[in-house]
């Protein structure tokens, strides 16, 4: 097991002490739901855009994205094509739904759904995206903590030590403490993956040169796939289309990024913060992949050797740790560290904020503020030790499947379902809480047995059973449009049943 020098662990407690310090000093000005939830609607659109893309640049995009064109199999520039989506999807976001959140005083997202339909709506959305964050959010930990093994001497530990940091400058701090600690982190995490990408073209016996030349003839450069296959998620169809539905669903109807637009000064500096975020997106992406293609050169130059059986998701962990100098390695291990905490502080305020806005204070609305904000910390912590748990299954029972397949699944299962609850919101036509409830749990039946065969657990199947529902149907970019398709137009079959004023 590789071994770090005193230097790079003074760098890597550095930064832990210094995220933890940061939600000491916020830790003042939380008085009040406003302040601890939406920091008092009073952050500027940059800020508000630096917090969007560090939080959905996760542990996953810094280690697994370069593992995708690292693959020897095919490895490529191909999931460029799902950020094309991604904008796409942002934008419809922002002229759609995005006037909805910010009219009135809003904590949540799912308020707008009990503003439209009924309590019962709110709190099955709510609780949709409790599940999924915590799900998603532990594998995001896991993945993480296959760097920090190396580091901390074994998966569990890291778990450990990524989960209590986040969860006490979380707590302590509040969403001021996120905003802030996710602009630091953004900064480390982009400079740590530049610095990757500058000494993997020194160890090029070639340099640049040889990275441009051999790219292109290993195919590595390849951004269009025209060529349609619903098992495949990396072709143009699956980019535009279920990359913008997907962008809407998780951009859209997921209280992790509502809650950010909800903190800024108006409608307008949300609507450029969130635009925007989108083609800061496709930059990193571009230069995450490309830190992957160097490695793959590298590898097959015989300057980067790898042992038999290496995950593509542990590829970069070991370049980084076995591969860089003294100093930087310790910045590198930092930077993931800031992608995993950006994502995971603001996933458990989130959860927090979800608990107690959508569940307990319209049940118990009679408490002080103060006590509100009490509550929300435990919910932090409570959260927090949910995603670590799933984070330590994920370890035991994870296969070897990649990681940001499986969080990318997870979320495409449930967000296209709060996305049709959405844009049913958003219809003249009025649609009945029953009605709307009865297409989300269609749209979830639909999109289980949809996704089933790719986990492999109908390869056992009897004889008997349908040859085609034994391998892989859909890849994960058309879970979203399918689901959300199948909750809006099941909800208005049913409406149309009702036959009476929806109110």
């Known amino acids: 097991m590789p071994q770090l020098s005193a230097l790079d662990l003074t760098i890597i407690a550095v930064y832990i002490l210094g995220m933890t310090l940061l939600g000491v000093w916020f830790t003042r000005a939380q008085k009040d739901l406003r302040t601890y939830f939406v920091g008092g609607r009073s952050i500027g659109w940059f800020m508000i855009l630096v917090s969007i893309v560090a939080t959905e640049t996760s542990a996953v995009t810094f280690l697994s994205v370069p593992g995708v064109a690292f693959n020897p199999n095919g490895g490529n ?3 460029l094509q799902l950020s094309f989506g991604y904008i796409i999807g942002r934008c419809v976001v922002a002229w759609l739904l995005l006037p909805q959140y910010m009219n009135g005083e809003l904590f949540s997202a799912y308020e707008v759904l009990k503003q439209r339909f009924d309590p019962s709506v709110q709190r099955v959305a709510s609780g949709l995206f409790l599940l999924t964050r915590t799900v998603a959010d532990g594998l995001r930990i896991f993945l993480t903590a296959l760097l920090l093994q190396f580091v901390l001497g074994g998966i569990g530990p890291a ?10 400058y979380t707590y302590l701090g509040g969403m001021k403490a996120v905003i802030w600690t996710d602009l630091i982190q953004f900064v480390i995490k982009i400079a740590g993956a530049v610095l990757a990408g500058i000494f993997a073209l020194k160890l090029l016996p070639g340099g640049w040169d040889q990275f441009l030349t051999e ?25 535009l289309i279920g990359g913008a539905v997907f962008s809407m669903a998780s951009h859209g109807a997921d209280q992790l990024m509502v809650q950010r637009y909800l903190c800024a000064r108006s409608l307008g500096q949300a609507r450029f913060a969130l635009v925007a975020s989108g083609f800061v997106v496709f930059v990193q992406f571009l ?11 590298l590898n097959r130059s015989g300057g980067f050797d790898l042992a038999e059986g290496v995950r593509n998701d542990e ?6 740790v076995t591969k860089m100098p003294v100093g930087v390695v310790g910045i590198l291990v930092a930077a993931v560290l800031a992608a995993a905490m950006s994502t995971l502080s603001s996933s458990l305020n989130s959860s927090a904020n979800a608990v107690v806005t959508d569940f ?13 904000v009490m509550l929300s910390r435990v919910m932090t912590a409570v959260w927090g030790i ?17 990681v940001i397949d499986r969080v ?43 996704w089933l065969p790719s986990t492999g657990l109908t390869t056992g199947l009897p004889e008997w059973a349908p040859v085609f529902y034994k391998a892989p149907l859909l890849a994960f970019p058309w879970f979203a449009p399918i689901g959300a398709g199948t909750t809006i137009l099941m909800a208005l079959i049913w409406n149309g049943f009702l036959g009476r004023n929806p109110k």
């Open 159 to 168: 778990i450990v030590v990524v989960g209590v940091v986040t969860i006490v």
């Open 386 to 402: 949910a995603q670590m748990a799933v984070a330590y299954g994920a370890y035991k029972f994870g296969g070897n499947k990649s």
């Open 77 to 79: 520039l191909t999931f």
């Open 408 to 450: 990318l699944e997870v979320a495409g299962l449930t967000m296209g379902l709060l996305l049709g609850l959405f844009l049913l919101g958003t219809m003249r036509k009025l649609v009945a809480s029953r009605a709307a409830l009865a297409g989300l749990v269609c749209g979830f039946l639909t999109v289980f047995v949809l």
């Open 315 to 320: 590829v970069f962990g070991l370049f980084i």
């Open 215 to 239: 790219g292109e003839a290993a195919g590595k450069f390849k951004v269009i796939d025209t060529v349609f296959k619903p098992t495949v998620a990396l072709n143009i169809w699956a980019g």
């Open 287 to 297: 230069l995450f992949l490309s830190v992957g293609v160097a490695m793959f050169l």
């Open 360 to 372: 307990y204070r319209p049940l118990r609305p009679g408490h002080s503020e103060r006590w509100y």
